[in-house]
């Protein structure tokens, strides 16, 4: 089949990234495979290297799993440094990862808490960009005074950690520091990706959509129950990561219950304890989002979701995704 060359849409992430399209495949643990990436970022947009997702959940050594990358495309892939200084081993073997990725030829990062100035430092030393998470301006506040090139506005309607903003209130409080920013949360569909460009946002980062994906290597069961959800369906959940992630409502999550339990909560609050409590969570939860991201069976049905999924409605390949959503913008900036 011939495909009509893409137009390409330009904003700042478009330039900051070396893309065409202004769409981000975000980092997904633990969905994000080098298939998606890399199908997501040869299409036209970038996909994010989830560094835990590659390396322990689908089984690749760090620096090889990017070479594998590279071979399924040419095309720009970002990686997504998780830079909270929970341990002295776990930094360092961030900075590691973040090396890697540069000696691979990465050249665009999106980092996630923390305060993001060594990467900006090393990464602007090699040419490349720096988009800094954010669900609130303070946080923004944060990444600007680090020297990052574009914040990732994270609102109340995304899957994994969700902001208490919508995507309107979150990029009026961030609009003046002068920064591209692009809306990531509840973008399902081309009309989604369509307003958020008209609202002034640089771009959209959408997980969810992506999981839906032959590429993706969730199970099947898992990318049906983001076919059958509607928004109602989503809820969150602190029993995972001990703050509120969006998940699909099921009958798992319903026994579970939503709320930490009464040690934990009192183990978040102290001082000492919390980073403790910080550290089990994030053990547990690597190894039980793990095994039900891939369990066919259903049973464990811990599925990670945002409001998006009420706008999904099909298994896409992600490349088709990409160059949808791009011909409904590129139609209607031409009409
Ligand atoms: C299953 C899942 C896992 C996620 N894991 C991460 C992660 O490891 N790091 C991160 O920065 N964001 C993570 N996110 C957030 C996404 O990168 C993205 O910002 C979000 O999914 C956008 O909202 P949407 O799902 O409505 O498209 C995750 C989202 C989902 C759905």
């Known amino acids: 089949m011939t495909r009509a060359p893409l137009q390409r849409l330009d904003t700042a992430l478009t330039r900051h990234a070396g893309i065409d399209v202004p769409l981000i495949c975000g980092a997904m ?25 590659l390396t ?15 071979q399924l495309t040419a095309k720009p892939i970002g990686l997504n440094a998780l830079i909270e200084q929970s341990s002295r081993s776990y930094h360092e ?7 890697i990725a540069l000696e691979e030829g990465v050249r665009f990062f999106i980092t996630s808490l923390g305060n993001p100035r060594w990467v900006c430092e090393r990464v602007h030393a090699s040419g490349g960009a720096v988009y800094h998470d954010v669900t609130e301006r303070k946080w923004a506040l944060k ?14 309607r995304a899957g994994g950690h969700a902001g208490p903003l919508t995507a309107e209130a979150l990029l009026e409080q961030v609009a003046d520091l002068g920064l591209p920013v692009v809306c990531a949360g509840g973008i399902g569909d081309p009309a989604g990706f369509a307003a958020a460009l008209r609202l002034g946002y640089a771009g959209a980062q959408l997980g969810t959509r ?12 898992y990318k049906q129950a983001i076919l059958a959800a509607g928004e109602q369906d989503i809820v969150w959940s602190e029993r995972i990561t001990g703050v509120p992630v969006a998940v699909i409502n099921t009958p798992y999550i319903q026994r579970m219950g939503l ?21 089990f969570y994030g053990l547990k939860s690597i190894w039980q989002l793990k095994r039900a991201s891939l369990d066919e069976s259903g049973d464990k049905d811990y599925w990670q979701a945002g409001k998006s999924v009420a706008a999904i409605g099909s298994i896409e390949p992600a490349g088709e995704i990409v160059r949808r959503f791009a011909a409904a913008v590129t139609a209607r900036a031409t009409t």
């Not at 990444?143 to 109340?156: E, F, K, P, T, Y």
């Not at 339990?261 to 550290?279: Q, S, V």
Request: charged share 25%; net charge positive.
């Open 29 to 53: 643990y633990p969905c994000s495979n080098p298939e998606l990436v890399a199908a997501v970022s040869d299409a036209g947009g970038i996909g994010i290297v989830q560094p835990i997702s």
């Open 56 to 70: 322990y959940v689908h089984g690749h050594d760090y620096r090889e799993g990017l070479r594998l990358i590279r």
């Open 93 to 99: 073997r961030m900075v590691r990862w973040v090396s």
């Open 143 to 156: 990444g600007r005074d680090a020297g990052a090139d574009g914040l990732i506005g994270v609102n109340r």
């Open 210 to 221: 992506f999981i839906a994906t032959p590429e993706c290597r969730a199970s099947d069961a």
């Open 259 to 279: 709320k930490a339990g009464p040690l934990a909560r009192w183990m978040l609050r102290g001082r000492k304890t919390k980073r403790w409590m910080r550290m």
